[in-house]
């Protein structure tokens, strides 16, 4: 089971665009992989379902 840990996304998202040089969109779907996601896409569909049903995925 995967479970999103958004400060580490927004971290590991935010130095990768600003010290790797990174695009945004790069930067968050490296950040989303770490954690075992697919993508951004897939990273940010997550949280959506878990703030609208208050339960993992």
Known sequence: MI????DEFEERGA?????GGLSR???ENLA???QGFAS????????ADY???????
Do not use: M, N, S
């Open 32 to 34: 989303a992989r770490v």
């Open 15 to 19: 130095i990768a665009e600003h010290d």
């Open 51 to 57: 703030a609208a049903t208050r339960k993992v995925p």
């Open 25 to 27: 969109l790069e930067a």
């Open 3 to 6: 479970i999103a840990d958004i």
């Open 40 to 47: 951004a896409d897939a990273y940010w569909q997550w949280l």
